[in-house]
């Protein structure tokens, strides 16, 4: 089983609609989690970090449940903009030191 | 501005040669990390160092090596020992334990193509 596991889609929806994506994870002594963003070709921004009590940034909430082990991604009224692929990461440490395990990433799309 | 720079954008080797890739921070973070990402894979640790003169592998690191000689650099070495070198090399850095939440922020990255 992967560290980290997402959904890849892509998910196809239209502009102004609300998506939801959900990632698990496997370590149970994982410790912060994180959403980020990358665009075609570019690197990936940090879209949010994840909260124990969730937490929202506009039109983006992000949940966390630790007892099922997953990170969940919401997007209400969905622009054209938001067309991108969706990776989440989940912070650990090592012996060597704290490590990020990324998903595969989700793809959205956002049309007309 | 602070950042991550990378350089170059784009590199093109032939087989069989090594290729160093650089990766400059100036935001004074400790930890820095190196990731490849070859479509459908998602990232993957090739290597990570949580502070100067120490480094540790990641779980992909056969066929590269890296130095951390200053804080501010941690170039990376594809050598021909790395039987598919061609990818997205992506450089992170990582803000210092009570500054974040152990985020890393990401250079612009390193296309790598080996003809």
């Known amino acids: 089983r992967k560290e980290v596991e997402q959904d890849p889609g892509p998910f196809n929806v239209p502009e102004g609609a609300t998506v939801a994506f959900n990632c698990t994870y496997s370590?149970?002594?994982?410790?912060?989690f994180f959403w980020y963003r990358q665009d075609c070709r570019k690197e990936p921004k940090l879209l949010m970090s994840?909260?124990?009590s969730g937490n929202e940034d506009g039109r983006f909430t992000a949940q966390l449940n630790r007892a099922s082990q997953y990170i969940s991604l919401l997007i209400r009224d969905s622009k054209l903009s938001d067309s991108a692929t969706y990776l989440c990461a989940v912070s650990s440490f090592t012996g060597g030191g704290n490590k990020l395990t990324f998903g595969t990433g989700t793809q959205l799309k956002v049309e007309l | 501005d602070g950042g991550i720079t990378q350089s170059p954008k784009y590199l093109f080797r032939k087989e069989g040669q090594n290729v160093t890739l650089s990766c400059e921070q100036n935001?004074?973070?400790?930890?820095m990390y190196w990731y490849r990402q070859d479509p459908g894979q998602g990232l993957r640790l090739i290597y990570y160092s949580q502070i100067v003169n120490d480094f540790q592998k990641g779980d992909i690191a056969e066929g590269y090596s890296v130095s951390r000689e200053k804080k501010e650099s941690f170039p990376l070495t594809v050598t021909s020992a790395q039987k598919n070198p061609t990818a997205f090399y992506l450089c992170a850095s990582r803000p210092p334990p009570g500054q974040g939440l152990n985020e890393q922020f990401f250079g612009p990255g390193t296309r790598l193509t080996v003809l």
């Open positions: 994840v909260y124990s």
């Open positions: 370590n149970s002594a994982s410790q912060s």
């Open positions: 935001l004074n973070h400790d930890a």
